[in-house]
């Protein structure tokens, strides 16, 4: 076994840096986007429209019983097979984005069912729209408590950001093996992405307990 080489450690940080610019940006705007299309995913669910709700259920089922790597190949190598053409980093992102908004809905679906249904019916009796009453007095109530879960699916989505390599989206993971490959040494590469993996997850991992604790006790729900 190599020794450890902190020079090895010196030349490959520039592999390193450009890897986790591309994992926080594909981490960000596709957890930005699974946080939005997963509400609204959430609110179709709960449509009156028995129908139009039992779809959504079914698609948000599909989405989450494939695997993500088989939703990445699909979107991106069988869809020009059909017309479909979509440039790399959009592909990836928005695939991404797609498979964990299907996670997303069910946590905003949970906090959703736990807000007591006689609210609603003190809302209709106040006269209240449908759309006021899930933005003054539903989603209020039940976006905090989703907060933790929502949390854990964005550090793991952070961590499943090396399946973009299978499309050619250069993250951390696949820099580390680039210079690994290029010198005949992965251990400090690797080993230094691995740190970097951990590092992010638990900053992540505190952020979310620290707006899940203020969310709490700004609609004192503890």
Not at 38 to 50: F, H, K, T
Not at 106 to 114: A, K, L, M, P, T
């Amino acid at each position: 076994m190599k020794a450890w080489d902190w020079s090895y450690v010196c030349e490959a940080l520039p592999y390193l840096y450009r890897g986790a610019i591309v994992t926080v940006q594909a981490t960000l705007l596709g957890f930005a986007i699974a946080l939005v299309l997963g509400l609204v995913l959430a609110l179709i669910r709960q449509s009156p429209n028995r129908y139009v709700s039992i779809a959504m259920r079914e698609i948000t089922d599909f989405v989450r019983s494939t695997p993500l790597l088989l939703q990445v190949f699909f979107v991106y190598f069988v869809g020009p097979q059909f017309g479909i053409v979509i440039p790399t980093w959009m592909a990836g992102i928005g695939v991404l984005g797609l498979h964990y908004a299907a996670y997303c809905s069910e946590c905003y679906r949970g906090g959703i069912e736990s807000v007591d249904g006689g609210q609603w019916e003190a809302c209709t009796a106040l006269n209240l729209s449908r759309a006021r009453t899930w933005r003054v007095v539903i989603l209020p109530q039940a976006v905090p408590p989703a907060v933790p879960s929502l949390g854990n699916y964005f550090i793991a989505m952070f961590k499943d950001t090396p399946i973009l390599a299978a499309i050619s989206i250069l993250e951390m993971l696949q820099q580390a093996k680039n210079f690994g490959a290029e010198n005949y040494r992965y251990i400090e590469a690797i080993t230094m992405a691995g740190v970097f993996y951990l590092v992010f997850s638990l900053v992540a991992s505190a952020i979310v307990q620290g707006i899940s604790f203020w969310l709490q006790r700004r609609y004192h729900l503890q």
